[in-house]
């Protein structure tokens, strides 16, 4: 079932209208000179914006992760809202529903996984927090020993006062701050300098670096066997190179869910706020 708010954006026109509003919410104004005065250009699929004072043109999808794209802004809106389900949506589903290859569909997620994933590297965890080891992936005989499909993760919380989560960040340790089932305190180090306020309350005695850890954090670990479940469900088991982008996407709804921010209109708003990235930069993030 599509999210409802999808029947907004069924045809070209509905869509260029929302972009127009969400680029120019004040009016259209020209980026080179200010001015608010313009002709449209409709010559093309998609209009074209041009000064009537410099003669700037403006195009509807520039500095959007949709520029450059050939795939129709009703597809790509549906796309959005499926990802804002609770589950997320796979590449193999996406293409059935939209009707465009693997490959672009495969592309239209992570582009969208891109733009989340900048998002939560903002995100600066502060007031009390705790950070607890987990790991993604599971080998059919799991033992107390690393196994290759086992990707080690750690978990970030900021806390409210009766101690819950009103927060979370998940960042896939590299395996140089691995050691066993621990993360080293270089790992931890690092989570810290990143996504942990200097001014933060937190024991870094209590952090659970390792994933059999007599003290462990609930919530956190509550958190993180849930985000493995919906991986797994949704995905079928992921590698190494593109988890994190994963992480990030299950990150950013979760936050939101925390935040009771409507998530539809919130990832539009970051999809048509973020800037284009090609295929080759996806495929060769590591």
Known sequence: MIDFAIEQFESEQSCTEFIF????????????????????????????FECRNCNYQASLLTGTIMEGSRTSLPKWFTAIGLVTRERGISALELCKIIEVT???????????RCAMSLSE??????????????????????????????????????????????????E?????????????RSGIASFQEQFVDSTSTYDVQSIPAARFAVKRFPPILKIARQACSV?????????????????????YRFNLSLQQCPPFPSLAKLCLTSSRITYRALTQCA
């Open 121 to 170: 590297g903002e995100t600066v965890l502060c007031g009390i927090v705790r950070i607890h080891a987990a790991c993604y992936g599971r080998p059919h005989n799991p033992s107390f020993l690393h196994h290759p499909q086992e990707h080690p993760i750690l978990v970030g919380a900021m806390l409210d006062g009766n101690g819950l989560p009103i927060r979370v960040k998940f």
């Open 172 to 184: 896939k340790v590299d395996l140089a701050d691995f050691r066993g089932h621990a993360v080293l």
């Open 231 to 251: 991986l797994n469900k949704t995905y079928h088991g992921l590698g190494p190179k593109h988890l994190q982008a994963y992480l990030d996407e299950f990150g």
């Open 102 to 112: 693997y490959k672009t569909a495969w592309l239209i997620l992570h582009k969208i």
């Open 21 to 48: 509003r969400s680029k120019w919410p004040e009016g259209y104004q020209c980026s080179r000179c200010g001015s608010g005065d313009y002709y449209t250009i409709t010559s093309r699929r998609l209009p074209l």
